[in-house]
C-alpha cells in the first residue's frame, strides 16, 4: 500500500479507458487540482472520491489503493457515498463487540486520537482514506467491505 501504487494504477486506468484529468474530475466530482495531487502520489482521494474512481474505472478500492493485485470488475455494489457511513460504523461496532474491544483500545490499535475516533461514530465524519486502510487491516477486512461495496 503506497501512494505511489494508487497514483500508478490511477494512471494506468486512465490510460486502458482514455479518461482525461478533466473528464476524471466530473465523473468524480472533484477539482482537476485533486486529480494533479492523487496522480503525482501526493495524496489519496477521499472516501466518496474513491468509490467514485473505483465506479469509474469498474475496480475494487483495495485494488487502487495497492492492498490487492487482483482486479475484479463488476463484483461491487454501487454505493452512494453518503450511505458509506452508517455502514461502516455498523462494521467497526460490530468488529469491537466480537472482539470486546473499547473506543480506547481500538484507537490506541489504529493510532488515531480517542476524539478522532469518536468523530468518527457520533458526529458521522468519515476517517481519511489512510485510517480506511489501516481500520481495514485492523479488521482483517477489504476497504470496499467497510464502505459496503462488497457484495
Not at 490499535?109 to 469518536?118: A, H, I, S
Not at 480506511?132 to 461495496?149: N, P, Q, Y
Request: positive net charge; hydrophobic residues 40%; charged residues 30%.
Amino acid at each position: 500500500m503506497s501512494l505511489e501504487i494508487f497514483a500508478t494504477r490511477l494512471v494506468e486506468l486512465m490510460k486502458e479507458d482514455n479518461v482525461s484529468k478533466h473528464s476524471l474530475a466530473n465523473k468524480v466530482k472533484s477539482e482537476r487540482k485533486s486529480i494533479r495531487l492523487w496522480l503525482g502520489g501526493k495524496f489519496y482521494p477521499r472516501y466518496d472520491a474513491l468509490i467514485r474512481i473505483a465506479d469509474t474505472f469498474d475496480v475494487s478500492v483495495n485494488y487502487l489503493l495497492g492492498l490487492s493485485d487482483k482486479m475484479p470488475t463488476n463484483n461491487f455494489k454501487k454505493i452512494e457515498p453518503a450511505d458509506c457511513h452508517a455502514i461502516f460504523v455498523a462494521r467497526v461496532k460490530a468488529f469491537m463487540s466480537q472482539n470486546k474491544m473499547t473506543e480506547y483500545r481500538i484507537s490506541k490499535e489504529l493510532k488515531v486520537g480517542q476524539t478522532t475516533f469518536k468523530r468518527w461514530f457520533s458526529e458521522g465524519v468519515m476517517p481519511e482514506t489512510a485510517s480506511l486502510i489501516k481500520v481495514a487491516e485492523l479488521m482483517d477486512e477489504s476497504v470496499d467491505f467497510l464502505l459496503g461495496r462488497e457484495i
